[in-house]
């Protein structure tokens, strides 16, 4: 049992340039959730989902998109990455009982 | 989504009792109140959960006064791996459990020899 796994753990990107964060659970949640934490501050919800083929916008979603085609992965998209999308990003999911559980983060750095 | 307030930095001694408070004035109805710890470069993890009263398990209590304008995370006898970061948290939980989190900049607690 694995828990909350995130795919890549750091990356480095040019100002312009596109990626995808994976995010997979292996504890059968309906709900899962992207933040971003900037240094010394607390996380900010970009995007969530409350099943399988549904997502929603958080606090700061602008610049990232995401889709949840399985119910067990959650990816975040950047599709022009700026320098002001450098962050970690946590990847968190969340079952009936209401406790999040999060990934170890991934370490984005935007040049 | 109610506010929370809670200070910025606390230190403490290895064995002592460690009491952090939240405020949140604006608390609704539907709301639980939820603790979360951080280590640097992790993500954070559950600590604990109460609405009304106390609620304990096995790391920490929580003391909810009957208004619930606020609460404190009490942890007893820390050590040093309890340095942390610590965040409160209020959310609405109604009906389906789905929680969209609001963090703030959490209470960095700084454990000594």
Same mark, same amino acid.
């Given at each position: 049992?694995?828990? !909350?796994? #995130?795919?890549?753990? +750091?990356? !480095?990107?040019?100002? =312009?340039?596109?990626?995808?964060?994976?995010?997979? #659970?292996?504890?059968?949640?309906?709900?899962?959730?992207?933040?971003? #934490?900037?240094?010394?501050? =607390?996380?900010?919800?970009?995007?969530?989902?409350?099943?399988?083929?549904?997502?929603?916008?958080?606090?700061?979603?602008?610049?990232?998109? !995401?889709?949840?085609?399985?119910?067990?992965? +959650?990816?975040?998209?950047?599709?022009?990455?700026?320098?002001?999308?450098?962050?970690?990003? $946590?990847?968190?999911?969340? =079952?009936?009982?209401?406790? #999040? +559980? $999060?990934?170890?983060?991934?370490?984005?750095?935007?040049? | 989504?109610? /506010?929370?307030?809670?200070?910025?930095?606390?230190?403490?001694? *290895?064995?002592? *009792?460690?009491?952090?408070?939240?405020?949140?004035?604006?608390?609704?109805?539907? @709301?639980?109140?939820?603790?979360?710890?951080?280590?640097?470069?992790?993500?954070?993890? &559950?600590?604990?959960?109460?609405?009304?009263?106390?609620?304990?398990? *096995?790391?920490?209590?929580?003391?909810?006064?009957? @208004?619930? /304008?606020?609460?404190?995370?009490?942890?007893?006898?820390?050590?040093?791996? @309890?340095?942390?970061?610590?965040?409160?948290?209020?959310? @609405?939980?109604?009906?389906?459990? &789905?929680? /969209?989190?609001? &963090?703030?900049?959490?209470?960095?607690?700084?454990?000594?020899?």
């Amino acid at each position: 049992n694995a828990g !909350v796994t #995130q795919t890549p753990k +750091f990356r !480095v990107l040019k100002t =312009g340039q596109s990626m995808t964060l994976l995010c997979a #659970q292996d504890m059968n949640h309906e709900y899962m959730y992207w933040y971003r #934490q900037d240094p010394g501050m =607390g996380l900010r919800l970009i995007h969530y989902s409350v099943g399988e083929g549904t997502t929603a916008k958080g606090e700061v979603p602008d610049g990232y998109n !995401v889709s949840r085609l399985k119910k067990q992965n +959650f990816l975040l998209g950047l599709e022009s990455a700026a320098p002001s999308q450098t962050s970690v990003y $946590f990847c968190a999911s969340g =079952g009936p009982n209401n406790e #999040q +559980f $999060f990934g170890p983060g991934t370490r984005l750095t935007v040049l | 989504l109610a /506010k929370t307030t809670q200070p910025i930095s606390m230190d403490s001694y *290895e064995g002592q *009792e460690v009491n952090i408070t939240c405020s949140h004035n604006n608390i609704a109805t539907n @709301d639980y109140i939820t603790w979360y710890q951080q280590f640097p470069s992790q993500g954070p993890r &559950f600590i604990i959960q109460g609405y009304k009263t106390k609620v304990t398990n *096995e790391v920490a209590s929580l003391f909810i006064p009957a @208004d619930r /304008k606020s609460s404190t995370l009490s942890l007893p006898r820390v050590s040093l791996s @309890d340095t942390a970061v610590y965040y409160c948290l209020v959310g @609405d939980m109604a009906n389906t459990g &789905f929680q /969209k989190l609001v &963090f703030g900049t959490g209470t960095r607690l700084l454990v000594s020899p």
